[in-house]
């Protein structure tokens, strides 16, 4: 078993519940050993007038590969509803693989750990409840944005 860790993002529809439906899927079919604190931030990155994000962090104890976590991630999204119209465009639910062991992945469609996961609060913020350990000395005071603590799942 690998510990590993899903990002959940949402900015369409009832965010609440899209989040709250990923994380129920998540527990029938994996074993989660936490879910971090959501939290509201703004957009980053894609098309000007999207709406703010909630976002968390799922960690699991899994036997599942980086890709198969990927597929699960895939059908979450579906099951919410998303079209991937553009990149970084608005979406009812968005699940990044952040990490998943020590393991190291680099192809087209999948890079783990997540490329941009050390550049990005609402992903450094819920990861830092979960696993503290893992995030950068002091990256509070060096990354930019906000977050702001909205609630639990």
Do not use: K
Not at 3 to 17: I, V, Y
Request: cysteine-free.
């Amino acid at each position: 078993m690998t510990r590993a860790f899903l990002g959940l993002g949402s900015n369409l529809g009832d965010r609440w519940a899209h989040l709250r439906e990923a994380v129920e899927e998540l527990r029938r079919v994996e074993s989660v050993t936490a879910v971090s604190s959501v939290y509201e931030t703004e957009p980053v990155g894609g098309p000007a007038g999207q709406g703010a994000y909630l976002n968390a962090v799922v960690e699991l104890d899994t036997a599942r590969s980086p890709r198969q976590l990927l597929e699960l991630g895939r059908a979450l999204e579906a099951s919410a509803g998303r079209v991937r119209l553009e990149r970084w465009g608005p979406r009812s639910l968005d699940v990044d693989v952040l990490l998943v062991g020590d393991l190291v992945v680099d192809e087209e469609d999948l890079v783990v750990p997540h490329p941009r996961l050390w550049e990005r609060r609402f992903v450094v913020a819920p990861l830092s409840d979960l696993a503290p350990e893992l995030a950068p000395e002091g990256w509070e005071s060096r990354l930019a944005g906000h977050v702001i603590p909205a609630g639990s799942l």
